[in-house]
């Protein structure tokens, strides 16, 4: 997001520059902004997406949450019983328990990482949505150039962020 941005940034600063040498007057330019993280925040599909993940990997976090509790349950008797039980029940105990910490950690970290994927590629059909809606936006009313965030300053009636999240809100 901060590379897109970035890039984005230096693409409007070499077309203000390019302007500023062409025959075409900044008094003819017209130009927009446009708060992206406010439109991520406040676009429905940020919530849809948002419910769509929880839903997709709900069921191995409830997986996980069983396995927290069967260690936890384990170290419980451990502790209750551990001086009344077999050396060997002990050991055999504290061996399913080690075996279940290692692979409810392992589980947990495939979880975040797959979870951590899917999060960018939502994010990035989210921001190709945001791109093609301000395009649509800046066309309708034939904006010039329209600027994302890094602005300094953006008087409000150039900021486009509610015609932007508007044109979101029908899709």
Known sequence: MIHL?????????????ALTFSSVSF??????????????????QTAESGKKL?????????????????????ETTLDKDGITISETDRRNKERDASNLKIEFQRKQRELREDINLRKNEELATLQDRINKAVQS??????????VYGGVAYAS????????VLKSLGKK
């Open 137 to 146: 936006v800046a066309k309708a009313e034939m904006y010039d150039l329209v």
């Open 156 to 163: 409000e009636k150039i900021d486009l962020t509610d015609k």
């Open 5 to 17: 941005l970035k890039s984005i940034l230096v693409t409007v600063l070499l077309a203000t520059s």
């Open 54 to 74: 929880e839903r997709e990997f709900s069921p191995r976090s409830l997986d996980l949450d069983r396995m927290q509790k069967q260690i936890k349950d384990i």
């Open 27 to 44: 008094a003819e330019l017209k130009v927009g902004y446009v708060q992206v993280d406010k439109i991520l925040q406040d676009a429905p």
